[in-house]
């Protein structure tokens, strides 16, 4: 059985993977440095709250999520896909030099339409790129192309996070960003030109431009296929989950931990590593074969690690020092290393459940659907996310528990949350076949 790194030989393949990552690390980067000169700059020049701001960069990033999903779908259904790519990577161009502008003359109303243009972008690629792989991959490919570009995902997520905090802190750091940005946009361009051309799979479809009308349209078809529109809520739950521990990591490692900036990166790094070893290890664990057996493993790993973290958090005594500790000083500490391991099988886990997920709404959902399901599968991850921030107030600050409470919920609603997906994927199983057109470009 040949490895899964042996598809980086494909133009097919690559060519997606690296026009995908470099969109996804330049995304965190614009987005990473957006939040952190409102914290510490932009705030206090507008006199305004930095929770406001913050909240208010997540909601124009999301945004077009809600608004554009299902006419991005229809149009990667109907366009060939190679062309789509191109024509987004030079808008992505566009949109960073009007951020390279909002940049240099500190217009932060400017950074803000930059960033809805951002997630505008990002809307409209991502039913052409997760159309694309069953096209272009054989059907004994798909999960390990998934695994790897679950993997890359979160490795451009992390690292463009990083390099965020980096560029912010150096001499002349508006430069380096304006720069880095444009140049990582004109280098996801260049990847998309080496894509090959696809068949546009709805050459016919006429383009319903209701924003509201084809979202619903869509959702109705979607509801129609319960097998498709089970693994769609399955992936989407993911994105609640994941969305929840991320969000509250920088506040546990300050305020439990009490370390500094430092240990926020690791607990990030630790989570996204075990993430995109969990996504590798799907082809073998699979045998190539697109199936749900990994399904309950990935739920229980999800439940049993959250609720060990609440266990390891909540034993954890740490006493406050006058200045937040760094990683080799809490790396010393009693419980700390559980903590640690936590997070990374809690990332492993999502690995192991999400990428079979992917592979298998790509294999089952119909050819000439595929993209505008990719859609409808945005428009519920939106939702979810959206839903795991209402969660997390409501379970923080209007019921005043505390953050290791929240995980273990979450652990508990999640293992009732599997089971319920677990029988109702089973019992639509059979409801479908996979479409039959997995062949190499």
Request: net charge positive.
């Amino acid at each position: 059985m040949a490895s899964q790194f042996s598809l980086f030989k494909h133009r097919r393949f690559s060519a997606m993977f690296f026009t995908q990552f470099l969109g996804a690390f330049n995304d965190n980067v614009f987005k990473q440095a957006l939040i952190l000169i409102l914290t510490y700059v932009a705030a206090a020049k507008m006199g305004m709250e930095i929770s406001l701001l913050n909240n208010l960069a997540a909601l124009l990033f999301i945004l077009p999520y809600f608004l554009f999903s299902a006419l991005a779908g229809q149009i990667a259904d109907k366009y060939e896909k190679s062309k789509l790519t191109q024509g987004v990577k030079l808008l992505e161009i566009c949109i960073m030099t009007l951020a390279a502008i909002g940049f240099w003359f500190e217009l932060y109303w400017l950074l803000f339409v930059a960033l809805f243009l951002m997630g505008t972008q990002s809307t409209f690629f991502g039913p052409i790129k997760y159309g694309y792989l069953p096209e272009a991959m054989h059907k004994d490919e798909l999960v390990g192309a998934n695994g790897l570009f679950q993997t890359g995902t979160s490795l451009a997520i992390l690292t463009g996070m990083m390099a965020a905090g980096v560029l912010t802190q150096l001499d002349h750091s508006t430069l380096w960003l304006i720069v880095s940005t444009l140049f990582v946009a004109i280098l996801g361009y260049i990847a998309s030109r080496h894509l090959p051309k696809t068949t546009p799979q709805a050459k016919d479809l006429a383009i319903n431009w209701n924003i509201f009308s084809t979202s619903f349209d869509i959702i109705k078809y979607l509801y129609s296929l319960p097998l498709l529109f089970f693994v769609i809520i399955g992936n989407s739950w993911f994105w609640f989950y994941g969305a929840t521990f991320l969000t509250q990591t920088p506040e546990f490692s300050k305020v439990i931990l009490h370390g500094g900036e430092s240990v926020v990166i690791l607990l990030l790094t630790l989570f996204s590593v075990g993430t995109a070893l969990g996504s590798l290890l799907c082809k073998t664990l699979t045998k190539n074969q697109v199936s749900l057996k990994l399904l309950p493993i990935g739920i229980l790993g999800l439940s049993v690690f959250a609720i060990d973290l609440y266990l390891s958090l909540s034993s954890i005594a740490i006493q406050a020092p006058s200045t937040p500790y760094g990683i080799s000083a809490l790396i010393d500490m009693d419980g700390t290393w559980r903590v640690f391991a936590d997070l990374f099988f809690l990332g492993f886990a999502g690995g192991v459940y999400i990428v079979p997920m992917y592979a298998f709404m790509q294999a089952y959902a119909p050819v000439s659907h595929r993209s505008r399901v990719v859609g409808a599968n945005n428009i519920f991850n939106a939702i979810f996310m959206v839903g795991s921030a209402v969660f997390s107030i409501i379970i923080l600050t209007i019921l005043e528990l505390s953050l290791p409470q929240l995980f273990l919920i979450t652990g508990v609603l999640n293992a009732i949350f599997g089971i319920f997906l677990y029988k109702k994927l089973k019992k639509y199983q059979n409801t479908m076949t996979p479409s039959n057109n997995n062949l190499p470009l």
